[in-house]
């Protein structure tokens, strides 16, 4: 297909790896999840995947490669990857963003149900033998506000739209979202957070961290939500200051949240989310369906294609902002 060198940064036994070399012949392809394993080959090679490496594999072996043309990150978020060799290189570098979309998007939407219908309720009354009847909410006419909209916010957007919910967002740049984004009811800049997050009656976290999201929510913005508010993050951990949110959850601040991530994962024993009746914890595994890492090879192998044929490739971040 090439004479390029394609160097993987993965466990050699990943099922996807198989698919990859059947769909590359005639690329020169070197997996490896130690360093070692690219010594020979690294001062050549075209182009970098890092299919499931650590952080610190990632940087050492792009240290080791002077020729790359392309790094591509199987990952949607990049707060751990993006190392200062990489993000002062002239290399583009893209990411997975856009593939676990829609599985974060149902996550989402089975978060706000959760609520709005207290499962939680009904699987204690259930496993208490109790039979009591109570009052659920409707969604239909319900407020979401979306932190972050971008390829995960519009996922988002159309599921929540579908069950009659009015959508809000916060985009960096929000002169970008016009009529263009028809889901979105209204569009807030970053300076108007506050205002956006008062009127939402469940609020979305899908922004990407960088050093402008660390610590986005936090005390200031939960004493701005309404105390029926449910906060769901599916972004990073560190955007939402976590002990703001412990504060807000143990007072009743805001009604509950829904979270996907965290600043430490695993999260540690003993931690105070444990034992929230009002926080729904998902072990980063939102975005887990079965043929999630088939779909992020697929996509590897169409950007692949394109790089192949001197297309413009797709997700190319820019280094600078972060995603």
Known sequence: ????????????????????KKSLIGVKIIVGNASEAFEQTAANASVLLNWSGSPELFQRVFGMCRNLRWVHSRSAGLDKTLFPELSGSSVPLTNGSG??????????????????????????NQMAGKWEEFDVLPVAGQSVGIVGYGDIGRAIAARVRSLGMTVFAVKRN??????AEPLVERTFGPGQRAEMLSLCDYVVVSAPLTLETRGMIGAPEFAAMKRTAVV????????????????ALSTSRIKGAALDVFDEEPLPKGHPFYKLENLLLSPHCADHTPDWQDNAMKFFLEQFERYHKGEPLLNVVDKKLGY
């Open 232 to 247: 769901i993050n599916v972004g990073r951990g560190p955007v939402i200051d976590e002990r703001a949110l412990i504060d």
């Open 1 to 20: 297909m090439s004479n390029d060198t394609l160097l993987v940064l993965a466990d050699p036994a990943e099922p996807q790896i198989e698919l990859l």
């Open 99 to 124: 593939v676990f979309s829609a599985a974060l998007g149902e996550f989402v939407l089975g978060a706000i149900l959760y609520f709005a219908k207290d499962f939680r309720r009904m699987i204690r």
């Open 174 to 179: 929000a002169s970008q979202v016009s009529t």
